[in-house]
């Protein structure tokens, strides 16, 4: 009878185990990168970037006629940045000519941590569609639009605003997530790469510069967004 007791004794606590590690492994968010990872800070290349005041070309989807900055009041600012695969890109941000400087100076800092970003693209390459850089997880700044809902101007709309990575930062209000494909990282106490968190490399290298974060709000989460004024 002790043997019987002991050996149910033993089953029961394998099962529980099991079912405590898939619990555990349902809980944790999938790392977007496979494992790659940028090399060991203090090797590798340097930080670099370049400004340029912005075309018309360059905003010729995302800025129209009634747009809260003139498109002559913007910057073009390409940064370096470390990407899932573990390699040095660079890619290009649409910000407004005052805030240029800080928004180079942030992703240094970034960079500098090795935190790693999906990709970077003027969202004009999604045809100004914002749902459309979210799903391709792409990482963006200005684009004339409305805050969603409302009849307010996006800080977007006004060059002062960078998203990040909104796959691994969705935007969660309630049972909804933006973009969808987000759902899989509302775990926001499982951290992997390219995940936004309070006093991470990224939410204090924009608050060296006076934005804020997203992930800061009440109402919502938007953890793929910084900017300098709120929404």
Same mark, same amino acid.
């Given at each position: 009878m002790a043997v019987a007791t002991s050996r149910s004794s033993r089953r029961s606590r394998a099962v529980v185990a099991v079912l405590a590690a898939a619990t555990l492994l349902a809980a944790c968010n999938p790392d977007p990168t496979g494992g790659a990872r940028p090399p060991a800070a203090g090797s590798g290349p340097a930080y670099g970037w370049t400004v340029r005041s912005a075309t018309r070309d360059d905003v010729r989807l995302s800025w129209r006629d009634g747009c809260p900055v003139r498109w002559e009041d913007l910057s073009v600012v390409r940064v370096a940045y470390w990407g899932y695969d573990g390699g040095r890109h660079v890619g290009d941000l649409v910000v407004? %000519?005052?805030?240029?400087? =800080?928004?180079?100076e942030a992703f240094g800092q970034i960079?500098?941590?090795?935190?790693?970003?999906?990709r970077?693209?003027?969202v004009d390459l999604?045809?100004?569609d914002d749902d459309r850089s979210m799903?391709?997880?792409n990482t963006s700044a200005f684009n004339c639009r409305r805050v969603a809902g409302t009849s307010t101007w996006s800080q977007h709309s006004y060059g002062r605003a960078? %998203?990040?990575n909104p796959i691994q930062n969705p935007y969660? =209000?309630?049972?909804s997530v933006d973009p969808p494909a987000g759902r899989d990282w509302t775990d926001r106490g499982s951290v992997t790469p390219g995940m936004i968190v309070s006093d991470g490399p990224v939410v204090r290298a924009f608050r060296n510069i006076g934005w804020s974060w997203g992930g800061h709000w009440s109402s919502s989460k938007d953890y793929q967004h910084l900017s300098e004024n709120g929404r």
């Open positions: 407004h %000519d005052q805030v240029a400087t =800080k928004v180079r960079y500098n941590a090795r935190f790693q970003i999906r970077i693209h003027p999604y045809g100004a799903a391709a997880n960078v %998203d990040i969660v =209000k309630g049972s």
